[in-house]
């Protein structure tokens, strides 16, 4: 007999999609900050309704029947289209709205004043969590945690972070491309020598870990030619190889973004760019497109329609003019 909708608690289904993210009942407890004996009891009450046992539990935690799996992404959905309901506004300006951003840095950190004292003019009370951008921020985006991711994928065509390989639930808009540059400090020996890819190989390379990875397009690049950099050195993020890259006393390259060279003359860094010395037809293989990314349930999300408005506002045609003219030098 098929049961009626109104004989189920909806806030048991907030605790089952809970369920289904951590795969733990007192972490679960945690997260909906009751006891875990609520928690059991709210699940003992789901397996009567569904009919199912829903979870199994094994060494590594809670494992989800096969029903419980199907309506992952539905309870995701229906999660997601209930806040919006919720903030539909009953005046102008909603309140304790939440802004859930996962983002690159430090490409984020170069706007983000400016961005966070737009979204508090717009709404007073909104709370802002901004996290790095990892290799599991996609998920993050399609389970509802993160409202909008701001990052760099590749154009190299056998590169997995390429925009053809985003999954079937995410939408995207490319904002500006990046070519990324070689940065090294002011007094580099490097310069002191004719700008070559052999200069550019017989130096040891700062690379940062990205999406679990230590190597990028251009050590695709490199490697089609039959040429490889030497990685000394391996960092979480650009700025740590910004900062590396201009302390003294070391011969390492750092090879990023050109929008880092606005995080070092905002911080101070003495360092000077160069091209990477590759031909042009490959230079087009290490093109960045950086793009926001979102789930398709939230295309016609107000607060999230008016995010992507100020983002492209702020990392858009003005954005780019200035990285063309950085180019230009």
């Not at 289904?20 to 009942?25: G, H, I, K, N, Y």
């Not at 900062?243 to 070391?250: D, K, L």
């Not at 606005?262 to 042009?280: C, D, F, M, S, W």
């Not at 990314?293 to 999300?301: D, E, Y």
Request: hydrophobic letters at 40%; one cysteine or more; charged letters at 20%.
């Amino acid at each position: 007999m098929k049961k009626s909708l109104a004989s189920l608690d909806l806030n048991l289904l907030l605790c089952l999609q809970l369920l289904l993210q951590e795969r733990s009942v007192s972490k679960t407890a945690k997260r909906m900050n009751v006891t875990p004996s609520a928690v059991s009891k709210s699940l003992s009450r789901l397996r009567d309704w569904f009919n199912d046992p829903l979870f199994v539990k094994t060494p590594g935690g809670l494992h989800p029947t096969p029903l419980a799996a199907s309506m992952e992404q539905d309870l995701a959905d229906w999660l997601q289209m209930s806040h919006q309901l919720l903030d539909k506004p009953h005046h102008d300006t909603p309140r304790g709205l939440t802004f859930e951003l996962a983002a690159e840095n430090p490409l984020m950190l170069i706007a983000f004043n400016t961005l966070s004292q737009k979204i508090y003019q717009r709404y007073p009370q909104a709370t802002v969590r901004l996290r790095n951008w990892g290799y599991d921020s996609l998920d993050a985006i399609i389970r509802g945690e993160v409202d909008i991711g701001f990052t760099g994928r590749e154009t190299h065509p056998r590169s997995r972070e390429s925009l053809s390989l985003l999954p079937w639930n995410i939408d995207f808009e490319v904002l500006f491309s990046d070519l990324p540059r070689v940065y090294l400090r002011e007094d580099h020996p490097a310069l002191q020598e004719e700008w070559s890819l052999d200069t550019f190989l017989r130096y040891p390379h700062i690379s940062i870990n990205w999406e679990n990875s230590d190597t990028w397009a251009l050590d695709e690049v490199l490697q089609e030619s039959g040429l490889k950099r030497q990685i000394a050195l391996s960092l979480p993020g650009f700025e740590a190889s910004m900062f590396m890259a201009a302390q003294p006393n070391h011969t390492l390259l750092a090879t990023a973004p050109l929008y880092c060279q606005h995080y070092n003359q905002q911080h101070g860094l003495k360092l000077v760019t160069r091209p990477i010395p590759l031909e042009a037809a490959l230079l087009q293989k290490l093109a960045v497109p950086f793009t926001l990314l979102w789930h398709k349930r939230n295309g016609h999300n107000p607060k999230l329609i008016w995010l992507k408005s100020v983002l492209k506002e702020l990392y858009g045609e003005a954005f780019l003019a200035t990285l063309q003219q950085e180019i230009g030098r």
